[in-house]
């Protein structure tokens, strides 16, 4: 047991040292920030709010079309539009829960601000900006439309000049659905009614077109919807749990989540039929992610240029006849990752919410959360109550090993002793504890089952407070009114090491005085780890220890009571 148990806290020092290493590289000056980035999607001169002119060249051609069941042969991008006048000022779009910016070019949106999430605590009235089009370093634009994949004609793609009727649209009281049309025309009989569906509450909207076609002919087309964003490589540090949080592109095929890796030459290539799946673009607690309707075969697309990622859905080519219309539809999802919407909005798109490979552990973790906090209404209460309801699912297993512990302790001196008379003989000293742990009936490496076990759900509890946006700036009592960064004054840490240190004193003292003081300094070691974690975490790891010293003094007395007992029979 003594072994294994300096293993495991020579474990916990190399983690601190990384740390240490992290916090010097965090503190090393940084680089010089890169060039100003600039959106595609304008023709040269235009404008639009909060898109610049000019561009990366990612998405300046247009998607290929693929064959629909009715469709001829595959057409041959569109690579090239002609010259479009001046963008007029965009539209702008307000629920209870999102503020957008619609560009009236491609009538896409190239800024959302989620009104509920401010970006820090101390600034409630600045939100969190996903879709961001102007700023430098920062581009995230949604664009969408229809193409024919036929050269020189007009089409309405994400270059179109669309019209509006209003220059806001709000989410009046009393209502619960607000429609927002966009109207192009060819002038020669093709129009379509570009129109985004928003509800209130919620952070799905729906992308849908109504097809009109007056023409003597039929005509193909295909829809397609893309994120363009700029990406940069983030340096992972324990003094900043954001860094450790997944950013950048994903997907689900239907069977399988997969986090795409822009540095990849494989995934920058990325081209795949999918039925019954989605692409997103994620960041720590938010994403924006593209749901094409179930059932159609939509093609996804992944193209890199520089720092910038474009991510693309195209549907199948369907057909308008002469002189009637079709429809087609997706559906976007901008804002937190908010698992009770994300699980409405797409099949599976609750994974976003990535607790990586502890996955299985976390997502009922944070399910049994969620319904306790339902009745609490404190994240940080939520968090002690179900810390008790673990301890009590592995009271038995806590129990059995630390019975063996206790008869650890009241064997220590009979432990000592044999060392004394077997110090130049350690074959011997083996044997001879070997027999007093088989006549005393203690299992010495049971000791470490409640650590081994507690471990999973450690890193599990660590990912539900990094990814779950639900307890993002969540209070818990007094100085702590964000659960998901450290103690501002490093309170729960002290009191988690003074804890540490106060079990430290039940268990049995190792025999070897090296390995004893090495035990006796590790709640330092591991108070100052605990510094830099998420408060939350911090208040779980204090609540499991105060209730394993709880337990464990217990049991000490029980068995230290069963020992008397059977020295005066």
Not at 520 to 528: D, K, L, N
Not at 537 to 544: A, C, S
Request: charged share 20%.
């Amino acid at each position: 047991m003594d072994n294994l148990r300096i293993f495991l806290w020579l474990g916990l020092l190399f983690v601190l040292w990384l740390n240490v290493d992290a916090w010097m590289k965090d503190r090393a000056p940084e680089s010089v920030p890169g060039a100003a980035v600039t959106a595609p999607g304008l023709p040269a001169g235009a404008t639009s709010p909060d898109v610049p002119a000019g561009g990366t060249g990612l998405a300046d051609a247009l998607p290929l079309i693929q064959e629909g069941p009715e469709a001829p042969a595959t057409v041959a991008p569109r690579t090239e539009v002609a010259a479009l006048p001046a963008a007029p000022a965009g539209v702008r779009v307000v629920t209870d829960v999102l503020d957008l910016d619609l560009a009236l070019t491609g009538g896409d949106f190239v800024r959302a601000d989620v009104l509920h999430y401010p970006l820090r605590k101390d600034d409630p009235g600045t939100p969190v900006r996903l879709f961001n089009g102007a700023t430098a370093g920062s581009l995230f634009l949604f664009q969408s439309g229809l193409t024919t994949g036929e050269a020189g004609r007009p089409e309405p793609n994400h270059k179109a000049l669309f019209a509006a009727e209003s220059r806001e649209y709000r989410l009046e009281e009393g209502r619960d659905e607000l429609r927002v049309p966009l109207r192009w025309s060819d002038g020669a009989g093709l129009s379509v009614t570009k129109t985004y569906t928003l509800r209130r509450g919620s952070y799905v909207v729906d992308v849908g077109y109504r097809v009109e076609n007056a023409g003597e002919q039929p005509l193909r087309l295909a829809s397609y919807a893309q994120l363009l964003r700029h990406w940069e490589q983030q340096e992972r540090s324990m003094w900043n749990v954001e860094t450790y949080a997944f950013r950048g592109p994903a997907m689900y095929d239907g069977e399988r989540y997969q986090k795409l890796d822009v540095e990849d030459e494989e995934d920058q290539a990325l081209s795949r039929t999918v039925t019954g799946g989605w692409v997103a673009a994620l960041q720590h607690h938010f994403v924006a992610s593209i749901v094409p309707p179930a059932g159609l075969p939509y093609q996804y697309e992944l193209r890199v240029q520089d720092r910038d990622y474009l991510l693309r859905v195209i549907g199948p080519a369907q057909v308008v006849p002469a002189a009637g219309t079709l429809e087609l539809s997706e559906r976007l999802f901008v804002g937190p990752k908010l698992q009770d919407q994300l699980e409405q909005a797409g099949p599976k798109l609750e994974l976003t919410a990535d607790y990586g490979k502890l996955t299985i552990l976390a997502q009922p973790l944070f399910w049994i959360l969620s319904r306790v906090h339902e009745l609490i209404g404190n994240w940080g209460w939520t968090i002690i109550i179900v810390t008790l309801l673990i301890k009590l699912v592995f009271y038995k297993l806590s129990e059995t090993s630390g019975r063996s512990m206790a008869k650890m302790r009241t064997v220590a001196p009979r432990l000592k002793s044999i060392q004394e008379r077997f110090k130049d003989d350690r074959e011997g000293q083996a044997r001879a504890m070997m027999e007093l742990y088989k006549r005393e009936k203690i299992n010495p490496v049971a000791g470490c089952l409640p650590m081994l076990v507690q471990i999973p759900f450690f890193l599990a509890f660590y990912w539900v407070l990094l990814e779950s946006v639900e307890m993002r700036q969540a209070p818990f009592m007094g100085w702590i009114q964000d659960l998901s960064v450290r103690d501002p004054f490093f309170v729960l840490p002290l009191l988690m090491g003074g804890a540490m240190f106060l079990q430290f004193k039940l268990n049995p003292t190792p025999p070897d005085p090296v390995q004893a003081k090495v035990f006796a300094f590790m709640p330092v070691v591991m108070t100052v780890m605990f510094m830099w974690f998420p408060s939350g975490l911090v208040l779980y790891w204090l609540t499991n220890t105060v209730l394993s010293i709880a337990q464990q003094w217990k049991i000490n007395r029980v068995v230290e009571a069963e020992a008397k007992k059977q020295r005066s029979g």
